[in-house]
Structure formats: C-alpha cells, structure tokens
C-alpha cells in the first residue's frame, strides 16, 4: 500500500469504528468482498466466501447488465464482478457510502454453517497446489496438521481441519476468509434481510417480484458453483470420512463424499463451537 494510501485506511477504520459498522463489510479498501451496488439497482448486496456468492453475483451481473450471456464466465464470476467494479469511480467508497446512510435495503446471502464448513475444507485443500496463483490453503493444511502432531505433508482430513480452526477462531481477520464466519460484528444493526442459499431461488424470485427487477434464468444461476469447485460428490459413501485424509489432487479427480458423510458427534460439536455466530444470527438449527 503506498504512503498516501495507508493514512486513508486507517481513517477510514477508525471511521467505521466509530460508527459501529462492520468494518470488513463497509470498508473500500476491502476489494474481493465489497458490497454489490449499481445506480440502477435497487438493493445493496452482502456475501461470504463459501455462501453461495458465485451465484448471487452472477444474478447481480444480469440484473445490472455487465454479464454478457455465459460466454464470459471462463474468466471466473468473481473476475467479472471487479471487472464492472472497476467501470464505476469511487466503487468501495460509493459502497461504504450506501451502508453508512442506508439509502437502500441491504441484503445478505448466508449458508447453512454444517454445509458451509465441509465447502470450507473442501475449498482449503483444493487450493494447495504450488502452481495455483493463491493457493492460500497450504498455510491452513501446514497449521492444522502441525496443532495435531502429524506430518507436515499436503493431506488433510475434516476432523483435523475442525480442530484448528476451533483452536485458531473464525472471526475476519483470524483465517482465510473462505474458511471464517459468515457473521460479522456490528452488521445486524444494519442488514434488512437475510437470504438463505438453501432457499435461493424462492429468495430471488420474491425480490424481482418486490422490486420489478427483469426474471433471471435461474436454471443457470442457481446452479452455478464456485470456479475451481465444480467436481460432483461421490455418492456411495455410506460410512462417516472425517478422518479420511484428502488432497488436492483427490478433489480435482472429481472425488468427493457427500457432505452429511463428514459428520459425527465431534465434528458436528466442532462446526457448531466454531461458528456459533452464523447459528444464532441467521436462525440456523443446531
């Protein structure tokens, strides 16, 4: 960050401190997770990594007419999202703008924490690869079988990845984004309303109905997953695999059990201490 931009970053937090807000949430400078906005759109948008954010960006895209058709997804839907960001000035600050006068309702996209977690550790291990541009994973996999006395090898198993997360925290700031909690401190104050992923399409079609927004083909968005995550589960697990080890190179074959597979009684207590926010302030059952 150069010299002018880290004294306007620390303004801005102290700011957003000041008015309570959720700083990760409203802060400009926050560029992959900014809120979504246009001038012609009626709504702020919220979201999370692992909650369904793919296809609620695309389903903005469409709304607010920078995606054009399909043809362009090969450059991955969060790629084309900063794209239109960037045809707008002052994009994050016209963002922290919006939530601090709350001109507009304010949405959120959230997940069912059991299923999100399993996205997480799926997430985790599938970015490892040393070729991959990002591939934040492996500082998560070298941690967690380090707390847990193994190896430090490029394997990891969901009980084991638990485990340290619950150890680490899941607030922002603590892990990688795509692993911590949906909740941020200060939001509720200032969200309208919250949309379930398991519900998306009755979500989105209550909106265009409320706000005379264009149908969308939802055959294609709510279908859409996350780039680099597209692999089907396998189907024939019938025993529970939290402690069967996983690699990158297992998911990208296309193997991958179904989530409900991943759980007993510790790792259902670990999702449940580790995201206990996202539980309580989305109404999710435990």
């Known amino acids: 960050m150069s010299n002018l931009g880290r004294p306007l970053l620390q303004s801005v937090t102290r700011v957003v401190g000041a008015l309570k807000l959720p700083v990760l949430v409203a802060n400009p400078f926050n560029a992959h997770r900014q809120p979504l906005h246009a001038q012609n759109f009626p709504l702020v948008l919220l979201y999370t990594a692992r909650a369904g954010s793919a296809a609620l960006i695309k389903w903005f895209l469409f709304q607010t007419g920078y995606l054009d058709q399909a043809t362009e997804l090969h450059r991955g839907v969060h790629r084309l999202s900063r794209s239109a960001q960037l045809r707008y000035r002052d994009y994050g600050w016209q963002a922290l703008r919006l939530i601090v006068t709350h001109e507009k309702p304010i949405f959120k996209l959230v997940r069912n924490p059991y299923d999100r977690a399993v996205s997480s550790f799926r997430s985790t291990v599938f970015h490892t690869r040393e070729k991959q541009s990002n591939p934040w994973g492996r500082k998560i996999v070298t941690a967690a079988r380090k707390y847990s006395g193994k190896p430090l090898t490029a394997e990891l198993s969901f009980r084991d990845f638990l485990r340290f997360v619950a150890m ?26 919250i949309m379930k992923l398991e519900c998306f399409a009755e979500e989105i079609r209550r909106i265009e109905s409320e706000y005379g927004l264009a149908p969308s083909p939802l055959e294609s968005i709510a279908g859409l997953r996350h780039e680099g995550s597209s692999l089907p589960e396998e189907t024939n697990c019938m025993v529970c695999v939290a402690d069967l080890e996983i690699t990158s190179a297992y ?36």
Request: net charge negative; proline share 3%.
């Open 168 to 193: 680490n925290g899941t607030e922002i700031g603590l892990i990688n984004g795509h692993v911590a909690r949906q909740h941020v401190a200060g939001e509720d104050g200032f969200i309208d309303r």
């Open 251 to 286: 998911v990208r074959q296309g193997h991958f059990p179904p989530y409900e597979a991943f759980y007993d009684d510790e790792t259902r207590r670990l999702v449940r201490e580790c995201y206990a926010a996202d539980f309580e302030a989305y109404g999710y059952d435990t």
